[in-house]
């Protein structure tokens, strides 16, 4: 899964979306659930991260339904069931903040049947439920992301709303206000 390097300029454009829509938009003053949402931004900027789920023929897994099929089918616990569980949270949460108008448009596919928000929630939780020693600092930013889906969906509409304006503020050969 690609990560960016913390001082990526787009990590960083991300960092400050997140935190002004949070901070300043919404009142939410939770850094951890900030860096975690800003992280996600940077995750899924590449398509392979977003759809990087496989069936078990090895075929990339685009849709929600899918992803929940697989993850119910993986052995109980375990660091794969787990990430699974968290990767559909994310990707629940990803097009319900960031593209719910895309959600609208996906007609004649399993999910159309799905209740994103609803699967994000419960997939956050479910990945929260791993405690051991690797998943114990990340379990209570996922508890919170199943408890509070509906607010990160609506800071990540924030975000998308700020960097539209960022877009249409920034001449286009110049580098923008935020990257350096």
């Not at 935190?19 to 939770?30: I, K, M, P």
């Not at 990430?83 to 596919?109: C, K, M, N, V």
Request: aromatic letters at 12%; hydrophobic letters at 35%.
């Amino acid at each position: 899964m690609w990560e960016p390097p913390a001082d990526h300029p787009l990590k960083r454009m991300f960092a400050g979306l997140a935190e002004h829509a949070f901070f300043s938009r919404l009142g939410v003053a939770d850094p951890p659930l900030i860096d975690y949402l800003s992280s996600l931004l940077s995750r899924f900027v590449h398509s392979d991260t977003i759809f990087r789920l496989r069936d078990t023929q090895g075929g990339m897994l685009t849709e929600l339904a899918g992803m929940m099929h697989e993850a119910q089918d993986l052995p109980a616990g375990g660091r794969t069931q787990r990430e699974y569980y968290r990767h559909i949270g994310d990707f629940a949460l990803f097009w319900t903040g960031l593209f719910p108008e895309s959600l609208q448009r996906q007609r004649r596919t399993r999910d159309d049947l799905v209740n994103y928000t609803f699967q994000g929630k419960r997939s956050y939780w479910l990945a929260s439920t791993f405690d051991d020693e690797p998943y114990r600092e990340e379990q209570p930013v996922l508890r919170r992301l199943s408890e509070q889906f509906e607010l990160c969906a609506v800071g990540l509409r924030e975000v998308r709303r700020e960097w539209e304006e960022f877009a249409t503020d920034t001449p286009p050969g110049t580098s923008g206000r935020f990257i350096r």
